[in-house]
């Protein structure tokens, strides 16, 4: 049974940053390409960024380019994403999902796997 759970959301001031972490156990790591979606109240769930099983390869949505960095580190199972700059707009519940296609990145739902419960974070003005 493959578990995501994430950790590192809080409410923070526009302009400021945070880290969020998502720890993947129960099957090797290196078997996903991994990934971050948020949906804000009202929305649907929209991707954020994903990285591919070495981290060679990342993609993201052009609303966070610039701002976001999505990393994984093999050693503790865990994949963050790293934001700075966060504007009200970032206000959401961040998921982390596993694909198990490791070399292949998706931006659509579908594809993914597994997903964790999700993270809040809130951007006041």
């Known amino acids: 049974q493959v578990q995501l759970v994430e950790s590192g959301g809080g409410l923070v001031q526009a302009g400021g940053s945070l880290r969020l972490s998502c720890a993947v156990s129960g099957r090797s790591f290196s078997s996903y390409s991994m990934a971050w979606f948020r949906q804000a109240p009202g929305k649907d769930r929209e991707f954020v960024a994903a990285?591919?099983?070495?981290?060679?390869?990342?993609r993201y949505v052009d609303s966070v380019k610039g701002r976001f960095t999505i990393s994984r580190d093999g050693a503790k199972s865990t994949v963050y994403l790293q934001m700075s700059s966060l504007r009200p707009e970032d206000t959401a519940v961040y998921y982390c999902?596993?694909?198990?296609?490791?070399?292949?990145?998706?931006?659509?739902?579908?594809?993914?796997?597994?997903w964790g419960q999700g993270t809040q974070v809130t951007v006041s003005s």
């Open positions: 999902a596993a694909r198990s296609v490791p070399i292949l990145v998706s931006t659509t739902i579908r594809p993914y796997d597994y």
């Open positions: 990285i591919n099983w070495s981290g060679g390869y990342t």
